[in-house]
């Protein structure tokens, strides 16, 4: 829960206070190496995000399907792995989006169309290859965005039979209050995220983009208890 809370504090503090200062001034400027760096903590802390929602969520299942079972599946060993390995596989995501990324040269003349230095929104600037590029977060996207993804949903499907097994109205109320809160912040999360990068018509237009965005990098972790 603490890493988690760091990360929704960082994932925000990422792009937030830049977005603040650009609004409220004329002179609207990144640095090259400062965009470089805003991306990467950018993508480290939003795969972060990802992942600890999926032990939150298999927290969650063995909290309601194995009560009893609950301090011997989640012990402390296994709580320091999940978090070493969350933390170990986000730097390595985008330490590698980053560095492909510095092998490409970019348009001097361009303007970001967004308020932080989106992945997605650099290589439309670029004038070099970038199919590597794309293939790089075509299968990363497709790994680290879809098993999380399938842990959630499997972890909630558990819960959720457990749940219609539950005689008891009070033990329902309970289990739904356990989970409803971390349910509603995953839907928001990946939702939009789906919806920005799998539906190229909402990517296309920068309002609604930017709007999007906004839901995910600010809204969501905001919302999260």
């Known amino acids: 829960l603490s890493h988690l809370a760091f990360t929704d504090v960082s994932f925000s503090s990422v792009t937030v206070p830049k977005m603040l200062r650009d609004m409220l001034s004329k002179d609207k400027f990144i640095p090259y190496v400062g965009c470089f760096l805003q991306m990467y903590f950018f993508i480290v802390f939003g795969s972060l995000d990802s992942f600890l929602l999926v ?3 298999y927290d969650r299942y063995a909290a309601i399907c194995h ?3 609950y301090t011997t599946i989640m012990s402390e060993g296994l709580c320091v792995l999940l978090v070493a390995a969350s933390w170990l596989i986000s730097c390595g995501n985008a330490l590698l989006h980053t560095l492909l990324l510095a092998q490409v040269s ?3 003349d361009k303007v970001i169309p967004h308020f932080f230095c989106d992945l997605s929104v650099l290589l439309k600037l670029c ?3 970038t199919s590597v590029n794309e293939l790089a977060i075509l299968i990363v ?5 879809i098993i999380p993804l399938i842990g959630i949903v499997s972890s909630y499907a558990h819960i959720g039979a457990s749940i219609l097994r539950v005689p008891s109205t009070k033990g329902l109320r309970k289990a739904l209050s356990t989970c409803g809160s971390h349910l509603s912040v995953v ?3 990946y939702g939009t995220i789906m919806a920005l990068y799998f539906f190229p018509s909402l990517s296309d237009s920068n309002d609604k983009a ?5 839901m995910y990098t600010t809204v969501t972790p905001m919302l999260n208890p």
């Open 187 to 189: 839907s928001l999360f």
């Open 55 to 57: 032990v939150m969520a």
């Open 210 to 214: 930017i709007i999007a965005s906004l």
């Open 141 to 145: 996207g497709a790994v680290l965005g």
């Open 127 to 129: 004038c070099s290859n």
């Open 106 to 108: 970019f348009y001097t």
């Open 67 to 69: 009560p009893l079972r």
